[in-house]
């Protein structure tokens, strides 16, 4: 199984910016070799995809947080990052990393996440 493993949560006011960092590892797991996840629960709320990086490389943003949050992968370091800029109050969640693994691509790990809180 592979273990999932968020960080750089923490309080910032509105218009700033926060880094989160995943780093996702296990015995035979290549990283990011299914492709890699950014959701985050508000209080109250469902949880939503916030971004997505595929194999490819390629991106998807949510459309609140498209020109503001930038997801990046660093294959050397096996850390995936997610950029938050220009953050606002409906930001404030709990953000999951996931790392999608394994025979056909079939498994999911979540990480325990981490808070963000964006204060006015």
């Known amino acids: 199984q592979v273990r999932v493993v968020e960080s750089g949560g923490g309080s910032v006011q509105a218009g700033g910016s926060l880094k989160l960092s995943c780093a996702a590892s296990?015995?035979?797991?290549?990283?990011?070799?299914?492709?890699m996840a950014w959701y985050r629960q508000a209080p109250g709320k469902e949880r939503e995809l916030v971004s997505i990086i595929r194999t490819d490389g390629t991106t998807t943003y949510a459309d609140s947080v498209k020109g503001r949050f930038t997801i990046s992968q660093d294959n050397a370091k096996n850390t995936l990052d997610l950029q938050m800029n220009t953050l606002k109050t409906e930001d404030t969640a709990v953000y999951y990393c996931?790392?999608?693994?394994?025979?056909?691509?079939?498994?999911?790990?979540w990480g325990q996440g981490t808070q963000v809180t964006v204060s006015s």
């Open positions: 296990a015995s035979g797991y290549i990283f990011g070799e299914c492709g």
């Open positions: 996931t790392a999608t693994y394994g025979w056909r691509c079939l498994r999911t790990q």
